[in-house]
């Protein structure tokens, strides 16, 4: 128990010493409690078990939990967060999306296979044309081993690892991320002087809040009508769709700042009733009030506390 103690207090130190073990090396969360003994890398409960998953690739223990070898904790020490990122990120496209804490499970264990297990982003001398090099990627037919029938199936034939993988169904990731490369391409295109650090949070966004809300006409007695709602924090809009995957929105609000007149209160005005919903919300503009009902009072704090956060804010130009 007395060594036990001292590994994991050491390695506690090494936490802190300045070598970017404070966070998570992949998703960024604050004070990691896992790490990666094959890799050197100090990382949060939800990706370590990612990182089970690549038993090839990485051995994950926990800093609280297990004993720790003298041989792995001089290994730690000699490698850590800052270490490992120079090597598997020295060469992430400014497109590519690096997912946070915050970000849905695929987007994480893509980023971590991409890094760790595919190599994607490690920095290479030469670079090899796919089919001198012995590496592949495309689609061919494949008959299964049940059904007998040829299906078409995304193959990556790959030199350094001696293997030919191939997926059973599409990679989302993927598919983001070179949607955000066109992007990228474009705006660089259409803006050529301008800086990546102003192109990349054009490719795509986040919104701050999004979800379902019913709401009435400019003189509120129209029948109020459900609607998908989403927050832009960025373009300070609130913007409104009939269903959650139009391709276009119905309608649009400006969120503006409280020194301009806007605010938004818990509450339908007098003589107003929801149609189904009864927690109400009403956005004050200079020109007009928007009102909506909320499903529940949960939904309307998280609308109020959401919208509040962008008036709040000063406009900028």
């Given amino acids: 128990m007395e060594r036990d103690s001292g590994r994991t207090g050491l390695l506690g130190l090494l936490r802190a010493s300045g070598a970017g073990n404070t966070r998570c090396a992949d998703c960024g969360a604050p004070d990691p409690e896992w790490a990666s003994y094959t890799l050197g890398v100090f990382i949060c409960l939800n990706c370590s078990g990612i990182h089970r998953n690549l038993p090839e690739i990485s051995r994950v223990k926990s800093l609280r939990l297990d004993f720790w070898e003298h041989d792995l904790v001089e290994f730690m020490k000699k490698h850590g967060n800052l270490c ?98 066109a992007r990228f391409h474009y705006l660089r295109t259409t803006f050529p002087t301008a800086p990546e650090s102003e192109l990349v949070p054009k490719i795509t966004r986040s919104y701050f809040k999004e979800g379902y809300m019913e709401k009435t006409g400019p003189t509120h007695k129209e029948v109020f009508k459900k609607r998908w709602f989403s927050l832009d924090s960025q373009e300070r809009n609130l913007i409104y769709f009939k269903d959650p995957l139009d391709a276009f929105e119905t309608g649009r609000v400006i969120i503006g700042s ?7 209160r818990a509450s339908l005005p007098r003589g107003v009733k929801g149609r189904r919903w ?9 020109k007009r009030e928007f009102v909506f009902a909320c499903e529940n009072d949960r939904e309307q704090k998280e609308w109020m506390e959401a919208l509040n956060e962008i008036i709040s804010q000063p406009m900028t130009a």
Avoid: M
């Avoid at 409280?258 to 938004?264: L, T």
């Avoid at 009864?278 to 200079?286: C, D, E, M, Q």
């Fill in 258 to 264: 409280k020194e301009h007149g806007y605010e938004v």
């Fill in 84 to 181: 490992a990122k120079a090597i598997y990120e020295a060469e992430v496209p400014p497109f590519y999306y690096v997912p946070q804490s915050k970000d849905c499970l695929v987007l994480r264990e893509q980023w971590i296979r991409a890094k760790y297990e595919r190599k994607e982003f490690v920095a290479t001398s030469i670079s090899h044309d796919a089919c001198t090099s012995g590496s592949r990627e495309g689609f061919l037919w494949k008959r299964g081993r049940d059904s007998k029938q040829f299906l078409p199936r995304q193959f990556i034939l790959s030199a350094r690892d001696g293997v030919l993988k191939y997926y059973t169904k599409e990679e989302i990731v993927d598919w983001f991320n070179a949607i955000r490369a």
């Fill in 278 to 286: 009864k927690a109400g919300l009403t956005i004050v503009t200079p």
